[in-house]
Nanobody, 114 residues
Framework: QVQLVESGGGLVQAGGSLKLSCAASGRIFSIDTMAWYRQAPGKQRELVATTSDGTTNYADSVKARFTISRDNAKNTVYLQMNMLKSEDTGVYYC?????????WGQGTQVTVSA
């Protein structure tokens, strides 16, 4: 069965950087959209960045600081996060549309200390 595994979260001081990875495995015939979401305690999950059809889109709050990229040969999507702020703290979830179905990673905690 298709599975997404996330890695790269952790604790970092404000202004620092982290890079998240999300690798898919299983019977994969196609992958189109890849994205990252995040959810802070007590808040709704929000879209952070997405990549599809060679294009990328970002939430206004992370533009110029975060970069989403992908390695199709490895079925992996990345999120490079720079100039991190305390408000970036939350659980980050990977999303991939695989075989025309939606799959989610397990979530990885990102904590930014002020």
């Amino acid at each position: 069965q298709v599975q997404l595994v996330e890695s790269g979260g952790g604790l970092v001081q404000a202004g620092g950087s982290l890079k998240l990875s999300c690798a898919a495995s299983g019977r994969i015939f196609s992958i189109d959209t890849m994205a990252w979401y995040r959810q802070a305690p007590g808040k709704q999950r929000e879209l952070v960045a997405t990549t599809s059809d060679g294009t990328t889109n970002y939430a206004d709050s992370v533009k110029a600081r975060f970069t989403i990229s992908r390695d199709n040969a490895k079925n992996t999507v990345y999120l490079q996060m720079n100039m991190l702020k305390s408000e970036d703290t939350g659980v980050y979830y990977c999303y991939q549309r695989i075989n025309l179905r939606q799959y989610w990673g397990q979530g990885t905690q990102v904590t930014v200390s002020a």
